[in-house]
């Protein structure tokens, strides 16, 4: 049989792709409740505690759009792979807890950090994602296989037991007032403890030799630390957002083309050290426009910023948010060919074009991006 072989390597989040995998929605659950995450949808027939298959109408959308955009991929000579369904209302466990349910797999990007070489499988810090992972495994035996020189990795399994979050943080973070919540922005002071390493994937953006990671609802301090071990020829950045409840980056800080980045209007980094970096190097830091859409989707979490969660093809190509004609004009004015994406509708099954991919392979070697460094940061 004819198989393409394959190569894994990616450095950055703009060099020529050549191959990427593509989430689905098929399954996706609005999870049980678990200690991180809480889900209460009563409009929407999903009160507290009710829990069950996100409904069926939206996962054909989602589905579809998915397909389209994989559709689009393939049409410009990318490779595309899909991750393998599991029966994500089945309950998990481990030694330490039982959960009702798992979530689905619709974004890549939360669970797979490819560096290089390298495929990191992150930690996560949701029990209902702990065995996402197996979702990709059949494509990551594949590469193992394919490519001797892949590095396939996976960070400490983390314990996930109650010790692992602050107990009745949702509680006492609605009773704060808004300079509270403000002060703990400031901290980074979220509901994960520092009892074990702790992150997403979707915590880091790739400029390189150098990693931006935030600390967020999912990505603790020691899961920074973790990576900067792990990466010793990188440089790890921990920076963090005036954003409440923060979890992953890519709607924060998007990086389109070498001295190009995105940045998110309403979230300025709160280290002064990370406007410093950009600047100092030369980098142009374009605030996105405020997005178009104005509600969210019923069972969204994210915010309606998905509208900056493009991925892009190469240093002049863009894939966008098809109703993000803002963004879009934007973009076009600054010299990039930009491609419309229907993909809001899959924002209820966790984000936007760049959630929903993971990089196997862009075109292109390690660089320094940022030759002047700010010490301490
Ligand atoms: N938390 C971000 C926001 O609401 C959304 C990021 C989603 N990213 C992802 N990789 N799932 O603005």
Known sequence: MDSPTTKVRSWNEWDPLEHVIVGRA???????????????WPEYGFPAGVFGPLPEEIQEVASERLEAFADLLIGRGIRVDRPALMEFDQPSSTPDWRQETMFGCASPRDVLLTVGEEILEA????????YEYLCYRPLLERYYREDSAFRWEAAPKPRLTGGSYKPDFFREWHSLTPDEQWRRTEESDW???????????????????????????????AGVDWLRRHFPRHRVHEVSYRE?????IDATLVPLRPGFVLVNPERPAIQEAHDQLFRRNGWEMVKAPRPARTEAMPFCTCS???SMNCVSLDPKTVCVEASETPLMDLLDSHGFEVLPVPMFEVSPFGGGLHCVTADVFRHGELEDYFAVQIPGF
């Open 123 to 130: 930690t996560m810090s949701f029990r209902s994602r702990w």
């Open 26 to 40: 098929d399954g996706t659950m609005l999870q049980a409740p678990e200690p991180a995450v809480q889900p209460d």
């Open 304 to 306: 309606l910023w998905l």
């Open 191 to 221: 509901i994960v403890t520092e009892k074990e390493p702790l992150f997403d994937a979707a915590d880091v953006v790739r400029f390189g030799r150098d990693l931006f990671v935030q600390r967020s609802m999912v990505t603790n301090r």
């Open 244 to 248: 409440l409840l923060p979890w992953h």
